[in-house]
């Protein structure tokens, strides 16, 4: 069994469907990239595999067992999330955001610190950063610092929305070499969702295609972009590369 499956998925909200009977098996160690319109299911469907959002039907089994709801602590701590607009806080130093979830699971002071130096070092942002807030930081260097806090814990899975989202170009291209560095350095589950499917073709090796809550289709990248399951993926793949 992979370390993430989802069996006959629905989430609603009232009356709109965010997922309908998704069955879907994430490749373990691999990035998968989930592609779809606005509002077509892509961070709802990180949420129920985080547990964030319970869903209406069906099974998310995560670690290869279903999400127990009453241990969502536990489960957080081994799943490394990281969303667009960084979430980071405001009143925090850059060390005490990357440390958040060290500090809970009561690591040591000196192990907390080395961590910390650790990963500053691995996303490219100097160490001397660590006692300033993140109004301090540029946009760039506040993602890096939430990758950093996703990271912190070392979880063999990730979920990422969007996380390189509102970026200059030059500053996302900077952070999606880095991205792809650190994945080449240690094989990880990470599913990222991303609007843009240049974003996703250059660091994913597989794809999941949402429209209105529906898998449409799930493939390596080649596989998809070859043979397109439907006029709809055609004509998403096609709008978005001739941008
Ligand atoms: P995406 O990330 O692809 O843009 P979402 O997963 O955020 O899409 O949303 C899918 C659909 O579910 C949208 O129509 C959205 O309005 C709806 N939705 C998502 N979260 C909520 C919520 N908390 N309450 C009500 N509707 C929601
Ligand atoms: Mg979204």
Redo the contacts with the bound molecule.
Sequence with gaps: MAQIALEKVSRV??D?K?LQDIDLTFADDVTTAVV??????????LQVINGLVRPSHGTVSVFREPIDYGRLPELRLRIGYAVQGTGLFPHLTVEENITLLARLAKWDVEQIKARTEELMRLVNLPVSFAQRYPHELSGGQQQRVGLCRAMVLNPRIFLLDEPFGALDPITRNEIQREFLHLQQMEARTIVL?THDLREALKLAQRLVV?DR?SLVQHGTCKEILEDPASGFVRSFFQSQLEQ
């Design positions: 909200y009232g709109e965010a779809g319109p606005s509002g077509s299911g892509k961070s709802t469907l969702v949402l809550g």
